[in-house]
Nanobody
Framework: QVRLAESGGGWVQPGGSLRLSCAVASEYAFREYAISWFRQAPGKEREGVSCIKPNDGRSYYSDSVKGRFTISRDSAKNTIDLQMNSLKPEDTAIYYC???????????????????WGQGTQVTVSS
């Protein structure tokens, strides 16, 4: 189990920006685990949004956020950040980060099994 904690959610108007952070509790986990961002809107299934690998920093995005969201690693703070620009009402959801050991080849596949999750942070995009 990896302890994760999300922060940075809130309300923003359409077209605005927010930056989410996922704090990873241990330096070992920060070095060895791929971290993904998921979201779940009311009445909808959970959706994988983005993922970043720990060794080479390769990143992946869903089609719905590609070009608008950027995932990054902050080694000084042990956080995985998600910069969200050009936000749309359909981005409204609870956003969660999740960890999967990069030992697995599918560590950044959203359909994989993620054993560690944060508590989530609410993002609301509306006028």
């Amino acid at each position: 189990q990896v302890r994760l904690a999300e922060s940075g959610g809130g309300w923003v108007q359409p077209g605005g920006s927010l930056r989410l952070s996922c704090a990873v509790a241990s330096e070992y986990a920060f070095r060895e685990y791929a971290i993904s961002w998921f979201r779940q809107a009311p009445g909808k299934e959970r959706e994988g949004v983005s993922c970043i690998k720990p060794n080479d920093g390769r990143s992946y995005y869903s089609d719905s956020v590609k070009g608008r969201f950027t995932i990054s690693r902050d080694s000084a703070k042990n956080t995985i950040d998600l910069q969200m620009n050009s936000l749309k009402p359909e981005d409204t959801a609870i956003y969660y980060c999740a960890a999967r050991n990069n030992y697995y080849a599918d560590s950044c596949e959203f359909k994989s099994s993620f054993g560690s999750w944060g508590q989530g942070t609410q993002v609301t995009v509306s006028s």
